[in-house]
């Protein structure tokens, strides 16, 4: 059966749950805690989890039943969790390329995939950091929670594991590349909207068009015409 673990206090959820890999077991194992010290977000970045306010939630699968690349791993997960959270709060959820939960403009949540070998058995392991409760973010302008976007108070153990089943269910349901970067294109935000853009230290106006079945975002800038990036080449000022 799969694994949910619940631990009171850990650095990085991420590295934890290698701790309590075991490839003779095809199970999905999971690891959750509401005190995350050292939180990891993608390409270097951390991910701050204020404690027994947030969630930091790591999910792991062998990589072997799944026949995809880890940046498309990446999406499918921000696809699923945008779903959860729709479902859940009623409210409709923005996917900030390429690994953001939006809700009403702010940030709630935020992805690291990665994939990493457990005695040379390779795995996808998922992060995710969730804001459900914290209603302070000064020293995050772009941050907010559940709790701040929707008003809703929820219980942050009833959401680990129902999150859990979320995520164990769905992960299964075969989708096609063309399906499911369709489906990030209609969450896609600030999709088709005049927005400010910073590249190379300069900034100019432009229009998200798509995001492509590569992950590359498509932009119309205003100077540059239509060009296509990868994360960190280009920023979203909002």
């Not at 694994?3 to 077991?25: G, V």
């Not at 880890?70 to 699923?80: G, I, Q, S, V």
Request: proline share 3%; net charge neutral.
């Amino acid at each position: 059966m799969p694994a949910l673990i619940f631990l009171k206090e850990c650095n990085s959820t991420n590295d934890e749950i290698l701790k309590f890999l075991d490839a003779s077991k095809e199970e999905t194992q999971a690891l959750y805690t509401f005190n995350q010290t050292q939180g990891k977000g993608q390409y270097g970045n951390s991910w701050e989890c204020s404690e027994n306010l947030n969630l930091a939630f790591s999910i792991a699968f062998l990589s072997g039943q799944y026949e995809t690349h880890l940046h498309l791993f990446n999406f499918r997960t921000a696809l699923l969790l945008a779903d959860f959270l729709a479902n859940m709060t009623k409210t409709r959820v923005d996917i900030k390329w390429p690994n953001d939960i939006i809700i009403n403009n702010k940030k709630v949540s935020g992805i690291l995939t990665e994939k990493k070998s457990v005695s040379g058995t390779p795995y996808f392991i998922i992060g995710i950091g969730l804001n459900i409760l914290q209603e302070n973010f000064e020293q995050l302008p772009k941050a907010g929670s559940i709790l701040t976007q929707t008003g809703l108070r929820l219980n942050p153990d009833e959401v680990a594991s129902l999150l859990f089943e979320y995520l164990t269910a769905h992960f299964k349901k075969p989708i096609s590349n063309r399906e499911l970067f369709s489906r990030i294109n209609q969450k896609l935000f600030r999709k088709d909207a005049v927005s400010v853009f910073e590249l190379s230290g300069l900034r100019q106006n432009g229009i998200i068009k798509k995001v492509d079945e590569n992950g590359y975002l498509c932009i119309d800038l205003e100077n540059d015409g239509l060009k296509k990036f990868y994360n960190k080449e280009i920023e979203l000022l909002y």
